[in-house]
């Protein structure tokens, strides 16, 4: 049995306070304050390394009720989550239910938290708090447990990306195609994606040389915070398009393809982060229903002549995807992968696949 919850606090940058009650790890906590309006999949969105360094509020009024997975691994990746541990700073919500049911779940949300020493905070006005992170942008924020008040670190000056991608070289065997996954903080549903289409994988990290491998193709993986901070892995990709070789960029993966190429990248007001942004693909005009998690966007705009916008946001008109015009390079702001969310958009990964065969 859980302890009774104790009272908690979070408070902004800006000096407002959102009272609420404690679950998980009592300690205090800092980080950028976002939201997610996903009604499902808190055990993959905390496990999303793309949250390095950030509290993320979900505004879907009542989470716990399915607990959390268990820890079942296949080809060494954990089945449910999408890395090894919650990336999150901490969790912010309306109503928590420690009392869950689901098939699958081996725990409550709050006993997760503990075990990973995540604090969250439940109770909290979530519709007031995300309408004013609308208004005003995403801004730093501390979770306040017991009183403790802690040290906010001025934002962006963490190299978050450079935190969560893997020390070394992993090879993930599998058919005779191999292609370098460039480890920006990937989730393991794109390397599970990749594996179902019997493709060797060798996963390196963010600042590898990987020129020096032989491969067919380069994946440039999902992360966190702004892509600027890869200034290695953009002079690599930069070199790499001079071959011919298939290039495929994911979320953070698609901006680092746009600076490599030429283009420029700002700062979304509050990000997009949910299952449900609806991207018109160009020409076809087509509409998808994606996945998405990030905070920066590519200025489309600012691209090269023989690079073309691939799909847009239909909320907001940002940039959702670009495309070379003769030559194996795109990405997506999106996640084909999806997970959470609708797989609506996997076909790319198998399109990325034939232009390996081509």
Not at 7 to 27: M, P, Q, T, Y
């Amino acid at each position: 049995m859980e302890e009774l919850p104790k009272k908690a606090s979070l408070i902004l940058e800006d000096s407002s306070v959102f009272s609420g009650f404690s679950f998980g790890k009592k300690r205090s906590a800092s980080g950028e304050v976002v939201f997610n309006t996903g009604m499902v999949g808190y055990p993959e969105s905390l496990t999303d390394p793309s949250y390095q360094g950030q509290i993320l509020v979900l505004t879907y009024p009542l989470i716990g009720n399915y607990g959390v997975p268990s820890e079942k691994r296949i080809d060494g990746l954990l089945k449910y989550f999408e890395s090894d541990r919650i990336h999150a700073e901490g969790l912010v919500i309306a109503d928590y239910s420690s009392e869950y049911s689901h098939w699958n779940a081996a725990k409550s949300l709050g006993a997760w938290l503990a075990e990973q020493k995540i604090p969250g905070i439940f109770g909290v006005d979530t519709r007031r708090l995300t309408k004013k992170l609308r208004e005003k942008g995403t801004m730093p924020g501390k979770i306040i447990n017991s009183g403790k008040n802690i040290k906010q670190a001025p934002p962006g000056t963490r190299h978050l990306v450079a935190e969560v991608s893997l020390p070394k070289p992993v090879v993930y065997p599998g058919g005779k195609t191999k292609i370098i996954l460039v480890d920006c903080g990937v989730k393991n549903s794109i390397i599970r994606a990749f594996l179902r289409r019997n493709l060797t994988i060798i996963r390196v990290p963010w600042d590898y040389d990987f020129l020096q491998e032989e491969a067919d193709g380069i994946i440039l993986s999902n992360g966190p915070g702004d892509p600027i901070h890869c200034e290695a892995t953009i002079q690599n990709v930069r070199k790499a398009l001079d071959r011919n070789i298939p290039i495929f960029g994911i979320c953070l993966g698609s901006q680092i393809l746009g600076l490599a190429a030429g283009a420029h990248t700002y700062k979304l007001k509050y990000g997009h982060r949910s299952q449900n942004q609806p991207c018109a693909e160009g020409g076809t005009r087509r509409i998808y229903i994606t996945t998405q998690n990030h905070g920066y966007a590519l200025d489309a705009d600012t691209l090269p002549l023989d690079w073309r916008e691939w799909f847009s946001n239909q909320n907001d008109g940002t940039n959702e995807g670009i495309i070379h015009v003769s030559k194996p390079f795109f990405g997506t702001q999106f996640h084909p992968e999806a997970s959470p969310g609708p797989d609506d958009t996997e076909f790319i990964f198998d399109m990325f696949v034939r232009a390996i065969e081509r």
